[in-house]
């Protein structure tokens, strides 16, 4: 696949293009410039890209052109436009809404219909394929319901990061590499693995919060995968849709069978904090179950059935009282191996199989009735 390199701004002239206004900030629109910039540079790059926003049916051998601040028809411009096809025959359109964390201060989509006006303007155009994307921060919330189109597809910028990364992987580009650094300095992405520094810093408690969401960010949707592939129930996230937050969450269901008494309100999850099973300042990593309401008895049931395994039995702080039966592991664990992918995916791996294994603790016991804790 080839992306048109044409004869647009650099890097640089785009970042300083929108000049910030005393009343109206040009942040969002900076980070699009430079999102485009790079895409059209790096066409490895752009195809990544592609391959995170689109279906895998979708063929994207042929060329590719970017432009931002697209017209809409009417309506908005676009904040980026990516056309598939030869110039002029276009066989697929990808419209991408930016956003970069105007949720934390108040600026949000330009009315709930905005989305859903992006959406019919793709769906009135015959011959087409075309998919709309929402771009967020990783720690924003997602679309709201009301405000969400059928279809729509949502994208972090720590995929985005992942997908610049990949392709400097197998292509380097030294705009890729540029961008790469960019994401890394305003937040947005990490894609270098946790480190000795990282886990010291965190440990006392000072700012290392960016590496750690990103590996976070990464371990929850893997998670999430391993769930959906073998679970009908669904994956439930905090009061303000947020995927994942540093220190709790996601939540995944655990369901009642028919012709079991109700059991109260109990999820599967896994969370990353300072040691709570014991007195130790050091990051550790939990998976299992929690219970907000229990019958009397249960905890003591738990623990004789989790004998000497891996699994531990224990009351979280704070009111409503929570019981937990989960599987620690220290964070220093990571440090095992080299690459972010393989932290990733060996901790992905461990808060699965923990999380079934306490839920199958839970549901052999016998104890686990009507709640009264």
Known sequence: MAARRGKGPSLFSRLLRYQPLAKHGQYENQHTEALAAALEAGPNFAQRLLECCLEPSWELTASVSVTSQAPAHGRERVDLQIRVGQPGVPAALVWIEVKVGEE???????????????????????????????????????????????????LTWQEVG??????????????????????????????????????????????????????????????????????????????????FTL???????????????????????????????????????????TLMSWSSGLDDALRRSAGDSDLQVFTGEGRPRSLRVFSPRPAAHLLAFETLDEQVQDTAKWAYESMIRGAQLLESSPEWGEPTG
């Open 104 to 154: 934390r201060v108040g600026r949000h989509l330009s009315g709930e219909d905005q989305l859903h006006g992006y959406d019919a303007e793709l769906r009135a155009r015959p011959g087409l394929r075309r998919q709309l994307v929402h771009l967020r921060r990783a720690d924003t919330a997602r679309v709201s319901e009301d405000a969400r189109p059928c279809g729509l597809k949502e």
């Open 247 to 289: 220190g709790g969450g996601p939540f995944y269901d655990v369901r009642e069978r028919p012709g079991r008494p109700a059991r109260g309100d109990a999820y599967c999850e896994w969370t990353i904090r300072p040691g709570e099973h014991i007195d130790d300042p050091r990051l550790w990593f939990y998976a299992g179950v």
């Open 162 to 243: 992942l997908a610049a990364h990949a392709a400097q992987e197998t292509s380097p580009n030294p705009t890729t590499e540029q961008f790469l650094r960019f994401l890394t300095e305003r937040n947005l992405a990490v894609t270098d693995p946790i480190t000795t520094v990282d886990l010291l810093v965190a440990e006392q408690k000072r700012t290392s919060e960016t590496a750690w969401q990103g590996l976070v960010d990464q371990i929850s949707l893997a998670v999430d995968n391993r769930w959906t592939e073998k679970h009908d129930s669904p994956i439930d996230r905090d009061s303000q849709g947020r995927p």
